[in-house]
């Protein structure tokens, strides 16, 4: 039973390879179960792969069952269409289109199960890549808010600097009426004179301002630090926002990159098993020695085309015969003299009759 559907898959006429020899049924067998097991892994491969793509496990398994069947069926013409002659290079001929497929599928359908063995590698690569977007990306965003918050901050600066600059202006005064009143400036008299109580009121009208400055001032620093509040609030929100797409940066497509990052060799190597693994149906029937099946469909072959070309000689001479028979019957036929009076008799008629028709057509015309 099993022998019989890998056979099935070999492609080989099962009716003809009845008559062959066990080992000569073992060997196809052997071709179709490489076909059936390339099939297999195909599916396999490609549902991982729509798997990384869509997310879903039944979509993938649909489009893999389809996409192994179709290199089944592939596999299983190109197998069963290449014959064993003894020109192994019409062969390898035969089979280039099949090879050159198979290196793209080799490499589209490796890079799947690449990922699958080398995820935690490729894990940390994804993880250093989002760890440099997020920095990059709050760099990026900072550009839109930096120059408007050191703006700000400029500001307020210059505010508590009018403030410190008033300060320090009454500071002053208030020391130079002190001194007035000890006597150890302005005039040198001790004691609360004239000099004294005009020191004072300057001092008295700049500690005023002083503390109205202090008041406007301290509002619109409260202003200006509300908005960089407000600046650093809408920085957080835009952090926030666009890290769910960087979280999310964990595609088929980011996930080929990072692999690219990795050491080429391993990767290297399950290409070429998996070129070795879609190429092995080819291989095998172009390695396998010209056999007993081989021999009888040749000589299948070599009948049908004897049993066309005969036929096609047989009907060229039917055809040659008949008209050779055709061309004497009429040559005699030309010779017999009822015929020609009884042809002559008819022509008369009818040129009478074609007479009489234009008299009476133009009889009408008058």
């Keep these: 039973m099993l022998q019989r559907f890998f056979i099935l898959c070999s492609g080989a006429d099962a009716s003809l390879l009845s008559t062959c020899?066990?080992?000569?049924?073992?060997?196809?067998?052997?071709?179709?179960?490489t076909v059936f097991f390339t099939a297999v892994m195909a599916f396999l491969a490609s549902?991982?792969?729509?798997?990384?793509?869509?997310?879903?496990?039944?979509?993938?398994?649909?489009?893999?069952?389809?996409?192994?069947?179709?290199i089944f069926n592939l596999d299983r013409f190109i197998v069963s269409t290449i014959k064993k002659r003894n020109s192994f290079g019409n062969e390898?001929?035969?089979?280039?289109?099949?090879?050159?497929?198979?290196?793209?599928?080799?490499?589209?359908?490796?890079?799947?199960?690449?990922?699958?063995?080398?995820?935690?590698e490729i894990n940390q690569v994804l993880l250093e890549q989002k760890n440099e977007l997020t920095l990059a990306n709050k760099d990026q965003i900072a550009l839109q808010y930096n120059p408007l918050i050191d703006?700000?901050?400029?500001?307020?600066?210059?505010?508590?600097?009018e403030v410190n600059s008033k300060e320090a202006e009454t500071n002053a005064l208030y020391d130079t009426y002190i001194s007035e009143a000890e006597g150890t400036a302005g005039t040198g008299l001790l004691g609360k004179g004239p000099v004294y109580a005009e020191k004072r009121e300057k001092h008295d009208a700049a500690l005023a301002e002083l503390q109205q400055l202090k008041v406007a001032n301290t509002e619109k620093i409260t202003g200006l630090e509300s908005q960089i509040a407000n600046l650093n609030a809408e920085y957080n929100t835009a952090v926030n926002t666009s890290q769910p797409i960087i979280d999310g940066?964990?595609?088929?497509?980011?996930?080929?990159?990072?692999?690219?990052?990795?050491?080429?060799?391993?990767?290297?190597?399950?290409?070429?098993?998996?070129?070795?693994?879609?190429?092995?149906?080819?291989?095998?029937?172009?390695?396998?020695?010209?056999?007993?099946?081989?021999?009888?469909?040749?000589?299948?072959?070599s009948i049908l085309k004897?049993?066309?070309?005969?036929?096609?000689?047989?009907?060229?001479?039917?055809l040659s015969t008949d008209m050779a028979l055709?061309?004497?019957?009429?040559?005699?036929?030309?010779?017999?003299?009822?015929?020609?009076?009884?042809?002559?008799?008819?022509?008369?008629?009818l040129l009478k009759l074609q007479a009489d028709a234009f008299h009476d057509l133009q009889v009408k015309g008058l």
């Excluded at 703006?151 to 600097?161: F, T, V």
């Excluded at 007993?292 to 469909?297: G, H, P, T």
């Excluded at 055709?326 to 008369?348: D, P, Q």
Aim: aromatic share 12%.
């Design 21 to 33: 020899s066990q080992g000569e049924q073992n060997k196809y067998a052997g071709i179709g179960a």
């Design 47 to 70: 549902a991982y792969a729509l798997f990384t793509v869509f997310d879903t496990i039944y979509a993938a398994i649909f489009f893999g069952l389809i996409w192994g069947l179709l």
């Design 92 to 120: 390898l001929l035969q089979a280039t289109p099949r090879i050159i497929l198979a290196v793209i599928i080799a490499v589209v359908i490796s890079k799947p199960l690449e990922m699958k063995i080398f995820e935690k």
């Design 151 to 161: 703006k700000l901050n400029q500001d307020i600066i210059a505010l508590k600097g």
């Design 249 to 301: 940066f964990d595609g088929l497509m980011a996930r080929i990159n990072a692999l690219g990052e990795l050491p080429w060799f391993p990767s290297f190597f399950i290409f070429l098993l998996f070129l070795a693994i879609e190429t092995s149906p080819i291989i095998a029937k172009l390695l396998a020695p010209k056999g007993e099946y081989d021999i009888k469909q040749e000589e299948e072959e």
């Design 306 to 318: 004897t049993w066309v070309t005969q036929k096609v000689k047989q009907r060229e001479q039917i």
């Design 326 to 349: 055709n061309n004497k019957i009429y040559s005699e036929i030309e010779e017999e003299e009822a015929v020609y009076a009884h042809k002559k008799k008819k022509a008369e008629e």
